[in-house]
Nanobody
Framework: EVQLQASGGGLVQAGGSLRLSCAASGFTFDNYAKGWFRQAPGKGREAVSC????????YYADSVKGRFTISSDSAKNTVYLQMNSLKPEDTAIYYCAATESCAVVGGGLFYGMNYWGKGTLVTVSS
C-alpha cells in the first residue's frame, strides 16, 4: 500500500522552528521529486518547497525562501522540511508529495503529483 505520512507539526511561537518529516512506504521515494505544499485555513494551496532527486535542484516559494530548508534521506525513504523563523502566516496544514516535477502549476501544486499524504498541522502563534 502506498503511503506518505507527514509528522512533526505542532504549536510554536513566532520566531520558533519546527522540522517536518514525511516517510514514504509502498514505493521508492527517490523515483520522484519530493515536495511540500500547504493550505492555510480558508485559503488556497501553496507549493512551498520541492527537491529533484535527479540533481538536487530545489524550489522554494518566495514566502519561505531563506527560512525553510528541504532535505531527504534515501535510506529512510523520507523527506524533511526544516522551518525556521516561523511566522503566523505559516500556519497551515502541510502536505508532502511524490511528484514528477518541481514545476508549480495552477492551484499551488506541483506538476505530475503522483502521491500525497494526509498532512500535518502547523500553528504559529504571534
Amino acid at each position: 500500500e502506498v503511503q506518505l505520512q507527514a509528522s512533526g507539526g505542532g504549536l510554536v511561537q513566532a520566531g520558533g522552528s519546527l522540522r517536518l518529516s514525511c516517510a514514504a512506504s509502498g514505493f521508492t521515494f527517490d523515483n520522484y521529486a519530493k515536495g511540500w505544499f500547504r493550505q492555510a485555513p480558508g485559503k488556497g494551496r501553496e507549493a512551498v518547497s520541492c527537491v529533484k532527486t535527479s540533481d538536487g535542484t530545489t524550489y522554494y516559494a518566495d514566502s519561505v525562501k531563506g527560512r525553510f530548508t528541504i532535505s531527504s534521506d534515501s535510506a529512510k525513504n523520507t523527506v524533511y522540511l526544516q522551518m525556521n523563523s516561523l511566522k503566523p502566516e505559516d500556519t497551515a496544514i502541510y502536505y508532502c508529495a511524490a511528484t514528477e516535477s518541481c514545476a508549480v502549476v495552477g492551484g499551488g501544486l506541483f506538476y505530475g503529483m503522483n502521491y500525497w499524504g494526509k498532512g500535518t498541522l502547523v500553528t504559529v502563534s504571534s
